[in-house]
């Protein structure tokens, strides 16, 4: 395990040392830090210099990453090896964004005509819908889409459907329904014509609950408003990798947009499950998102490991994680555009590496994928913050900042771009006890106010964060950055020696769902079940029997 690793070994006992070091002396003994830790790579500055870290962090850092074999965990992906052990599955996201000469193949099987073929016909249908060419059962354009599917068929598209918002045209409104929760579908549906509405069932297996749920509710809308089982084919579409299943549920095969078993849903927006994000700015643009990933990838494969992004990004997170015991990481992006896309890395991230045992099942000894959360600043500032400066934790943030705005008002950006610096700022630099008494007395307070409060008013600083500045959120930079992450948590997961690429964790929850739901109409179904989950049943069933 790398744990036993000499290079892990030597990491503990770095971090030791480096626990204890201020940032602002480090930046104090030497001010060009910013520009030997910062790096830049497709439109991305990375600027990790308010890390606590030196030379020789990342040297050991990099040391890790070779006793794991990085290298040859990159050439198995990229050979379409069935990395995704437990599933027997090629990992071949990169595919799905290949725009160069590279090759790519599935079970000794070239992938890239098939990637080719299916983005052509999301050209041709995206087109037809978008300049009002498809018409609906009764004659009218389409003006809204609405996407059903969950998890990886639902996060990708609707983060990157509001990232990009201003590349959308208002004459076609995107909407997503994820949530089995009746209201999600409702509240949608409310607001729509299904004259001119088109759904599109995303699901890679065609069995989730919610979404077949959903696609069967949105079925009979349409059917009852339109009143002929013929509306189907003008009105639904499905992205799936299960044929027949597509076909049971009435979508006919040719309204059906395929992918494939290498496509991990969390890693599918590139694919034929990008088709809502298609539609909503346009194939034209969707290839410039493919574009902005591709780019990334090359780097990726390409990159010398100390100018390596994803690799520098995944190395600072392992540090933290499991040197200095810290379990979470913030994601703030500084653009409320962005607002979905905490939400996204969570499950890219926390499905991923969420992983207890190694690839080969053996029980593991150290933390792994840390819990990542954030929301846009300036909102976070004035909810979680005040943990992130001053509570007992450390928690390591990524902030994120577009340079350049899409929205020209007034001096908004400049507000939200001086926020964004500032809290990095305050975040390392903190407030000693003799700055706050400074403040205080300047302010005018008695020397008994100030000594009740002054342990309240210091900020111990020292905290760690990344800057990631792009010039401004285009389909190309937001391609780069998701690619960007995606690679961070391969890193991650090849140093932890974990599948990255299964969610068997989903499953029992699942399966229990379903008993549980058969249990409200007999109870012979749950007569085995623990006496705290019998109780909430009946509690349930009187409640809706009434
Ligand atoms: O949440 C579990 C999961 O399997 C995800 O990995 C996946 O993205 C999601 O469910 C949806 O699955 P499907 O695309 O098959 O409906």
């Not at 992938?111 to 983005?119: E, I, N, Q």
């Amino acid at each position: 395990m790398i744990s036993d690793t000499s290079a892990w070994r030597a990491l503990e006992k770095h971090w030791k040392d480096m626990a204890g070091q201020s940032l602002l002396a480090l930046f104090n003994h030497d001010p060009s830090r910013c520009t030997r830790f910062g790096l830049d790579a497709c439109g991305i500055h990375l600027d990790f210099s308010k890390n606590l870290i030196n030379e020789e962090t990342l040297g050991l850092l990099l040391a890790l990453a070779e006793s794991a074999d990085l290298a040859s965990w990159k050439e198995r992906l990229l050979a379409g090896e069935t990395v995704n052990n437990t599933e027997g599955r090629s990992v071949l996201h990169m595919a799905l964004r290949n725009r160069g000469g590279r090759a790519y193949h599935a079970g000794g099987a070239d992938v890239m005509s098939g990637v080719r073929a299916v983005l052509d016909r999301m050209r041709v249908f995206s087109g037809e819908v978008r300049s009002g060419r498809w018409l609906g059962y009764t004659g009218r354009s389409i003006t809204d889409v609405v996407s059903l599917g969950i998890g990886g068929s639902s996060l990708g598209p609707k983060m990157a459907c509001q990232a990009l918002r201003p590349y959308q045209t208002p004459a076609l409104r995107v909407h997503f329904v994820s949530n089995v929760d009746g209201a999600d579908l409702s509240q949608v549906l409310a607001a729509l014509d299904p004259e001119t509405t088109m759904f599109i069932v995303a699901s890679k297996t065609f069995t989730t609950q919610e979404t077949l749920t959903n696609a069967k509710s949105a079925r009979d809308w349409c059917l009852t408003k339109l009143g002929n089982s013929a509306a189907v084919a003008r009105h639904f579409v499905a992205v799936s990798t299960n044929r027949d299943a597509v076909s049971a549920f009435g979508i006919d095969p040719k309204n059906m947009f395929e992918f494939w078993d290498w496509v991990g849903g969390r890693y599918s927006l590139w694919s034929a499950i990008g088709l809502p994000l298609a539609l909503a700015i346009g194939m034209d643009r969707f290839d410039e998102l493919l574009d902005g990933a591709h780019a990334m990838d090359e780097h990726f494969i390409t990159a010398p490991a100390s100018q390596n992004m994803p690799l520098i990004l995944g190395l600072l997170g392992i540090w933290y994680n499991n040197f200095g015991a810290v379990s979470t990481q913030a994601i703030i992006p500084y653009d409320q555009n962005l607002r979905d896309f905490p939400t996204y890395l969570q499950q890219v991230d926390m499905e991923s590496n969420g992983k207890r045992v190694t690839r080969d099942g053996e029980l593991i000894g150290y933390a792994t994928g840390p819990v990542v959360w954030g929301q846009p600043g300036t909102d976070a500032q004035h909810s979680f913050f005040q943990l992130i400066h001053q509570g007992t934790r450390i928690v390591p943030v990524d902030f994120i900042l577009p340079l350049r705005s899409h929205h020209l008002l007034g001096d908004h950006h400049a507000k939200l771009a001086a926020n964004a610096l500032a809290q990095a700022q305050a975040l390392m630099r903190g407030r000693t006890e003799g700055e706050a008494r400074a403040e205080l007395e300047a302010a005018g307070m008695s020397p008994d106010d100030i000594e009740a409060l002054l342990p309240h008013r210091v900020f111990p600083g020292n905290r760690p964060s990344n800057m990631l500045l792009v010039d401004q959120l285009t389909p190309y930079a937001l391609g780069a950055l998701i690619a960007l992450y995606e690679h961070k948590v391969f890193v991650q997961g090849v140093i932890w020696g974990v599948n990255s690429f299964d969610q068997w964790g989903v499953e029992l929850g699942k399966q229990l769902a379903g008993k549980i739901l058969k249990g409200f109409a007999d109870e012979a179904e749950v007569a085995d079940t623990d006496a705290s989950t019998a109780d909430l049943i009946v509690r349930y069933k009187a409640m809706a029997e009434t």
